[in-house]
């Protein structure tokens, strides 16, 4: 499994950036994809995450401002960020995870750097 991120960049407070993630490999595994994102020194945490049902999370922080969509069959997924916040800036990394035989499974990305200026 692999998943390609991409979309990252420089951008002022207020403005949008698009994150886009691809998944190859065996994807018919997945049950869902979604974005983290981590501070230098701190956790990673999740942003937001849409399953093959079509079930969105997205975290408290972003709420009303980032959007998550995905190709409908949950192999390429997208975060639509806007009014980006200082706040924001961080690696983001996409996520697909798989619930089998009740083990949960967790594939990664590379990051991709998004960082906001005030």
């Known amino acids: 499994v692999q998943l390609q991120a991409s979309g990252g960049g420089l951008v002022q407070a207020g403005g949008s950036l698009r994150l886009s993630c691809a998944a190859s490999?065996?994807?018919?595994?997945?049950?869902?994809m979604g974005w983290y994102r981590q501070i230098p020194g701190k956790q990673r945490v999740p942003v937001a995450s849409i399953t093959r049902g079509g079930i969105e999370s997205v975290a408290d922080a972003v709420k009303g401002r980032f959007t998550i969509s995905s190709d409908g069959v949950v192999n390429t997924v997208f975060l639509q960020m806007t009014n980006l916040k200082p706040e924001d800036t961080a690696v983001y990394y996409c996520?697909?995870?798989?619930?089998?035989?009740?083990?949960?499974?967790?594939?990664w990305g590379q990051g991709t750097l998004v960082t906001v200026s005030s």
């Open positions: 490999g065996s994807i018919r595994s997945f049950n869902g």
């Open positions: 996520n697909a995870f798989s619930f089998l035989g009740g083990i949960l499974t967790d594939y």
